[in-house]
């Protein structure tokens, strides 16, 4: 069990490490390519990979009823998800888009006390997830102002709607995750069914005008189909079906530190003490997280050691 935890947690690292510097190859991408075709285009090769990895392993199609709600799921997470946030983005400035979309954590502990299913909570996960929020609203203090913009709220709207969509689009993935479903055909069905998507959607919302498919842009394609998409979504799977939905989530806490830290290395932008201690309490948020949960899982371990659950009497 211990190994397990260990490969998922590292799968966890990776999608928070890959999907940081995806911010940085999305905004070299869409400068030639519109955004909805871009992300079409990135996530149906990406598609054709997992296929690809499926059908050569010797991979058997299971039956429609252990396939279908990765289909839902793919709508959500892709075309719902990512596709809708790349065209809102165009509404709101980039550092508002980022703070509504590090929500997500806190969408999975409302939708769960709404539906009063899935994990369960306690104050050491509730604590964790708005400290997390907290450290990144710090990076990005000088953007909350503009939620009282009304020329934002269009777009605030729609990235709002996205982020919802990416989670209960995770929720669902998590909750119907099946032994009987490889993990690279249901990160196929999912990036495959959002991929076709956004394809439809393209010709709506897309401007191809200044569309040029060009060494910059085709180079970003490249690094966003495998590592953002085939290696990391395979981990973000993974990492899934092995660990509580709430702290996979935090990974949207620490993708925006990594996107920073990277314009710092990259475009030369700036990087100061208060970003250092965003970092700090976000991982401290993230460590709380993982205690609660911890926690919840030793208790009945605890509880399994007693006597009388064990089927053990004393004497009086």
Known sequence: MQNTNTKAYIALAIICVTW?????ATRVGIQSIPPILFGAIRQTLAALFFFTVFFIRGGVLPKWKDMRMQVVAGLLMIALGNGVVAWGIKYVSSGLATIICSMMPIWV???NLVSN???KLNWKIGLG???????LALIFRDHLTELQNKEYLFGIIVIVFASIS???GTM???KNFSEKVNPFLSSGIQT???GLLLFVFSPFVDNYEHLKFNQNALLALAYLVILGSAVSYTCYSYALSKLPTSVVAM?????PVIAVIMGWLILDEKLNSVIGISAAIILTGLYLVNQGFKAQTVKPNQESLKPEMAGIKYEE
């Open 192 to 194: 495959l069914t959002g």
């Open 129 to 135: 997830t708005l400290m997390g929020f907290t450290g």
């Open 172 to 174: 669902i993935a998590k």
């Open 109 to 111: 502990i409302l939708i």
């Open 20 to 24: 940081g510097t995806t911010f940085l």
């Open 117 to 119: 299913s899935g994990e």
């Open 251 to 255: 990974y949207a806490y620490i993708n």
């Open 166 to 168: 990416w989670t209960l």
